[in-house]
């Protein structure tokens, strides 16, 4: 099958999941096409089933913000045309699930059938889309997707209790790739940052008020007053700033890493002992199912999609979000020496039923279905 995928080419959860879900689908044999303003930061093209197509955006001084959408689908129609595509995936409803209706409503004027597959991400739904001045056109876009999934049953829940969906949503979870992300061996990189043998925690996120990072502070911070402890904080975003003067008046900033946005995340949670993650919202929770498959369990809240991640008492422990002290005894009680190995162990046994080869046919078989009921439903019997 040949697939256009279109998404942030970012180093968020739904750029990297459209990403890794294309360069699995080129291993699997279909023939994958990006369609993005920059290369997306997890592709690499050591397959030759993967192509890019960069979206140009014009700029005129007529235009106080450049048209992206407008491009999108005008590149959207150009590659389903010139590479003769079965199907367009795109990822985040705000604007791919709109551009990809105009961009099909061209090709549908054109004779050209081509069925959108809308995958639901998150603050797409949760925070950005409920805006009043957005919710229209993600309701219409939406309903008007030939297929439309949700990585988690909370995120489809809330997009039924948000919007006025007319149609099914399937659930496909996130996956993760336990060929990358595993436990290897990192033992000079975890004594360069830990000499003395102390625990180390790690929270990866984009700096968002959201993420509740001063949460992830404040726990170090009474962490480390119980036993010796070290916090690496990789990403960036506009809450570093505050996070960093955070760290200073707590006087703990020595004992904090901030190592900004990195690829080879794997290698950093490859050291890890505990990874914190207390959002106010997690449709999902990724960053978190990257940590499991690295050895590393959880402390989070029990906010959004994260309850069918992490398994209280067994992969880590949840808290009502912003509690700190909660958290803390949960962490104290995963580090502890006698109970870290178990923790550790449960917490592959979870990221394996999430493994890509087992996700993977969910998606295929959801394409499968959308481009056989565009046939049916466009076939020249049906249409006369």
């Known amino acids: 099958m040949k697939i256009g995928i279109v998404c942030y080419p970012t180093f968020g959860g ?23 303003y920059q290369q997306p930061t997890r592709l690499d093209f050591f397959n030759e089933n993967v192509y890019y197509h960069e979206v140009k955006i014009p700029t005129y001084p007529l235009f106080q913000f450049p048209p992206y959408e407008t491009a999108l689908a005008s590149e959207m ?46 603050t797409d739904i949760t925070l950005v889309g409920k805006d009043a001045s957005y919710e229209p056109v993600v309701t219409f876009s939406i309903n008007e997707s030939d297929g439309v999934t949700a990585v988690s049953h909370d995120l489809r829940k809330d997009t039924y209790r948000h919007f006025k969906i007319k ?38 996120s984009n700096f968002r008020r959201v993420k509740r990072i001063d949460d992830a502070v404040a726990v170090f911070y009474k962490i480390q ?96 979000v912003g509690d700190v002290d909660d958290m803390v005894k949960n962490a104290l009680h995963v580090l502890h020496d006698d109970n870290l190995p178990t923790f550790k162990h449960n917490a592959l046994e979870r990221a394996k039923e999430f493994e890509l080869s087992k996700i993977l046919p969910l998606y295929e078989a959801h394409y499968e279905r959308v481009v056989s009921e565009t046939r049916l439903q466009t076939s020249p019997t049906l249409i006369s």
């Open 167 to 204: 149609r099914d949503i399937e659930v496909i979870p996130n996956f993760v790739d336990l060929d990358r992300f595993k436990r290897q061996k990192k033992d000079h990189f975890k004594m360069a940052i830990c000499p003395n043998g102390e625990k180390l925690i790690v929270h990866t």
């Open 77 to 122: 129609v150009n590659v389903v045309q010139y590479e003769n595509l079965d199907l367009l995936h795109v990822h985040y409803a705000i604007p791919h699930a709109s551009a990809a209706y105009m961009a099909k409503m061209i090709l549908r004027s054109q004779g050209r059938y081509i069925p959108v597959v809308t995958t639901l991400h998150g």
């Open 14 to 36: 739904s750029g990297v999941v459209a990403t890794e879900l294309g360069k699995a689908l080129a291993k699997a044999g279909h023939q994958v096409h990006f369609i993005t």
């Open 225 to 320: 007053q119980e036993i010796p402890a070290k916090l690496l904080l990789v990403g960036d975003g506009p809450e570093r700033a505050r996070i960093e003067k955070m760290c200073r008046d707590y006087g703990i900033y020595e004992g904090v890493r901030f190592l900004g946005k990195l690829d080879a995340v794997e290698e950093v949670l490859s050291v890890a002992d505990l990874f914190l993650m207390p959002s106010e919202n997690e449709s999902f929770g990724l960053a978190a199912l990257e940590a499991l498959a690295c050895e590393v369990p959880l402390i989070t809240s029990n906010a959004g999609g994260l309850p069918e991640l992490n398994v209280q008492g067994v992969t880590g422990f949840m808290s009502d």
